[in-house]
């Protein structure tokens, strides 16, 4: 239950000006030493790309924002395929997630979720996430469903989420590293300092049960 959250490695970048994906994914790069089997990215205007096999920046559209979430996938739960490859969203697609870890108690979470309308399109324990918070987002702000989310779920997580039109990153660690690094006009979470350290060598280490 280990392997995910040794092997697999995210980045998420909040900036105050626009940047290009392909500076975001030459991040995630740096990150290649883990090992991986797909990658993908998202930005907060709804934008997803998910790929299997190796990084290769050329491949990739070059969009612009000033917000981006991104993920290099070991395979645990589910099939090395498009749809289990991270980012995974909502429904309604308004969020957007990456987890490093494994949520143990998932399938329970997942049978709630699909009793209530949800629909999920990858075989991952990670979907769970998005829709838990789409349908605890309804009736309560970030804050409360954040507590919930701390309380309900069982197992070990580093997650970024990003939601449409927003341009912040929430982020919520328990188990599996997160480290923040203040760059010049960015914030940069990833889980390891190398993914940022040819940009910025000031950076903060989230706790246990932490959320930003």
Known sequence: KTGCIVMCGIVGIASRENFSSRDL?????RLEYRGYDSFGFATNS????????????????DVSSSTMISHCRWATHGGVTRENAHPHSDCSNQLAIVHNGIINNYIEMKNELISKGHR????TDSEIIAHFFEEQLKTKDMNETAKEFFEIVEGEFAVLLTR??????????????????????MNILASDIYAFSDKTNRAVFFNEEEFA
């Open 120 to 123: 999920f399109r990858s075989q």
């Open 25 to 29: 994914i030459a991040a995630l790069k």
């Open 46 to 61: 709804g934008q997803m790309e998910k790929f299997v096999g190796e990084i290769n920046e050329n491949n990739i559209n």
């Open 164 to 185: 449409r039109d927003d341009d912040k990153i929430y982020a919520f660690k328990r188990g599996s590293p997160l480290v923040l690094g203040l760059a010049d006009g």
